[in-house]
């Protein structure tokens, strides 16, 4: 799997790289996007949330987000 470190990237980077990954991607690949910043949960959640996407979120460490997103 893919993983995108955007560890200390602030908004809108992160969404940004994601985005290119996810038009990279091919339906049932996934991706990871690593994030220190709670603002790219949300912002990444609401970008993607009419795209044929899922995502996973999960705070691994206290302040570190994986954002897991698999093509649909």
């Known amino acids: 799997?893919?993983?995108i470190d955007c560890l200390g990237d602030m908004c809108p980077i992160p969404?940004?790289?994601a985005q290119k990954a996810y038009d990279e991607s091919s339906p049932g690949e996934s991706f990871m996007l690593v994030s220190?910043?709670?603002c790219v949960v949300e912002s990444v959640q609401d970008h993607f949330k009419s795209k044929s996407v899922s995502l996973?979120?999960?705070e691994?460490?206290?302040g570190i987000w994986?954002?897991?997103f698999t093509m649909k």
Do not use: G, Y
Request: hydrophobic content about 45%.
């Open 1 to 3: 799997m893919k993983k």
């Open 56 to 58: 996973s979120v999960d």
């Open 66 to 68: 994986e954002i897991t």
């Open 15 to 17: 969404v940004l790289l």
């Open 60 to 62: 691994v460490m206290n």
């Open 36 to 38: 220190d910043h709670s």
